[in-house]
């Protein structure tokens, strides 16, 4: 794949190199010369200095060809500009993380795929870390969110089976895992099984509950 990253954040220069030792073609771009330059020296990518909201330098960047244009840059008003140029252009895929939720209605009216800032997936696992310590690791989406769970030993759940949970709308248990084996739904639950859980964002607070009902030990 032919791919263009606007901007040399540490998350730019973390996918340039991914994409390049798995094979694909790279250009990054950022108005930084020294960031250029150290990256240039550090790896195969392909090095532009520039500013990726001028029609030219992402002519430069061949972004027409381009398979996708990642705009990973500080600023949002930049990420717009730079995603709706590219698709412009006929970049087949844009895709910009977002700074400031408050912006994202800007770009998913403009058919870009946004992705949260780093730093806000960060909070919001050290809130569980500390609000749902027996969360393990969650993935959140647009319309749910994904939790996996280590079930220990105390906890409300053990020798429960897990059709027997009374999970509310909006909740599913998807899997129980143990010992490296999927189980079905009349499993009862041991200690270290593994359970993995989505739950609708409408549903988060009951779902939230639910998790703390079954979950907490005592």
């Given amino acids: 794949m032919y791919i263009v990253i606007a901007g040399l954040s540490s998350i730019g220069r973390n996918l340039a190199e991914l994409l390049s030792k798995e094979g694909n073609e790279v250009v990054v771009v950022d108005m930084d010369a020294g960031k250029c330059a150290e990256i240039a020296a550090s790896s195969d990518v392909m090095v532009l200095t520039g500013n990726t909201t001028q029609k030219?330098?992402?002519?430069?960047?061949?972004?027409?060809?381009?398979n996708a244009l990642?705009?990973?840059?500080?600023?949002?008003?930049?990420?717009?500009?730079?995603?709706?140029?590219?698709?412009e252009m006929g970049a087949k895929k844009v895709i910009s993380i977002l700074n400031d939720v408050v912006h994202a209605e800007a770009f998913k009216g403009a058919g870009i795929d946004v992705q949260v800032k780093p730093s806000a997936i960060v909070a919001k696992h050290i809130y569980r870390m500390i609000s749902q310590p027996y969360v393990k690791d969650f993935l959140s989406f647009e319309r749910a969110e994904i939790?996996?769970?280590?079930?220990q030993e105390g906890m409300k759940c053990i020798n429960k089976k897990v059709s027997a949970l009374e999970t509310p709308n909006g909740t599913r248990i998807l899997v129980i895992e143990r010992e490296?084996?999927?189980?079905?739904?009349?499993?009862?639950?041991?200690p270290k099984d593994w359970l993995t859980?989505?739950?609708?964002?409408?549903?988060s607070k009951k779902g939230a509950e639910f998790m703390n009902k079954c979950f907490t030990k005592g």
């Fill in 180 to 190: 490296g084996k999927y189980l079905n739904e009349d499993a009862k639950i041991e």
């Fill in 197 to 203: 859980l989505i739950v609708n964002h409408n549903s």
């Fill in 147 to 151: 939790f996996e769970i280590e079930v």
């Fill in 56 to 66: 030219s330098i992402l002519e430069e960047a061949r972004v027409r060809n381009a």
């Fill in 70 to 87: 990642v705009a990973v840059t500080g600023d949002d008003s930049d990420n717009l500009m730079t995603c709706m140029l590219a698709k």
